[in-house]
């Protein structure tokens, strides 16, 4: 059976914006239905669905709401619409195209953990879909979606708008949070979690855009038709990003758990490679969760040593929320698939990406601060034909010591930095050495030397011997 597209259902739709564009195909009838049901029960309806979170994560949201104080009296609703993974554009697709199916979404989350005030908080290079955005705020506040007894019912609702500034790291929901307070966007130390002190000292709730306009379609399509999408732990529709080299890029719907494979060569999707070049890398979750092999590489390169890791090809990852753990990489994150061809030098890759890193760390806390320059410089010294072998598994050695889940940070950026480079050098580490040994033994030394001839010479630093000698 066909796949009916929802989330994207209005792209390319005549003035798809406009509140009564949006009733006339059932809009904020979900919405009215939970109105009619108890807070809880819209809660149990989510878990039921096992709607999981679209930002990245993947956690799933009714439990989310579960962790909220039952004896609040206080209650606020962060909407992420910060979209500052590289490079993911799908939420930034549902507010110019649909942005009252989000705002319904708004309502129904509202109710269901009992907000009062929710806030969504924008990317500040969203200039044009702040607008439309707030353009439809003010519809559904005049047609009563908002505000005070909002259908009957005697529940309150306001929303706001808050425009950051272009952080990557107040994607990171107590960083989003710091900032809608007014403060510098640096991610708090946890416990306590938002949900127990979130935003002004209240349980806040924080959800993905995608994840909230899911919701719709669960109160009136139903559990069972959910469910029905995806795999067996990866449930409901999914936008997929894809950009690079393929014949159409883009943003496109599909259920949860296609495959890399399909997303770029299949007819609904990129349509395959321009020019017909094979595929050499692809991160298939934004920059941060990590990077897949192409069709370049072959599934079992030595059949006298089989490697475990290399007995399938690793486009055929499919993507949600679990199978693509097999395949070495931090999780689906945006499902953003970055296409690189097979004629780009990987360590014009490797710069591209510890350098975005560096330049967005907060500087919070030192090992992020520091490793991520630090692997940036060393690409840099890749890049320029100084690099030492040493150098490989110096980046291997930093990535293992960055982030929390090794402990050492207040967030999951430096996770997301580390680990793309850590799946690069050991997926690609043949191509690094063999740039390394086309630059000549003694590059490193020469480079260093022209750089910085004081330091070339010092006893202290021992340049001389680290650079000659790998």
Known sequence: MAFEPVLMKHVNVPNSTALTVYKSDGGYEGAAKALKMKPDEVVDLVKQANLRGRGGAGFPAGIKWGFLPPDREVTYLCVNADESEPPTFCNRITIETDPHMLLEGILIAGYATKTTIAYIYMRGEFTEQFHILQKAIDEACAAGYFGKNILGSGYDLECYIHRGAGAYVCGEETGLIESLEGKRGWPRIKPPFPAVEGAFHKPTVVNNVETLACLPHI?????????????ETSA?????????????????EAPLGISCRELIYG??????????KKVKVVLPGGLSMGALRGDMFPKNPNPDQPDPKQDYDELDCILDFDDVRRYDLLGLGTAAAVVVPEDVDIREVLVNITRFYALESCGQCTQCREGTMWMYQIAQRLRAGAGRVCDLNLLVEISQNLGMMPGLSICGLSDGGGWPVRNLVQKFRKEFEQRIAEQGADAAARRIKEINPAAYESPIRGYQAAEVHP
């Open 236 to 252: 409901g529709p999914k936008m997929y990003c894809v950009s690079g080299p393929v014949n159409r890029p883009g943003c496109y």
């Open 267 to 276: 007819e609904d999707f990129g349509q395959g490679m321009r020019d017909g």
């Open 219 to 231: 109160l009136t399509r139903g559990v069972e038709w959910f469910t029905s999408l995806g795999t």
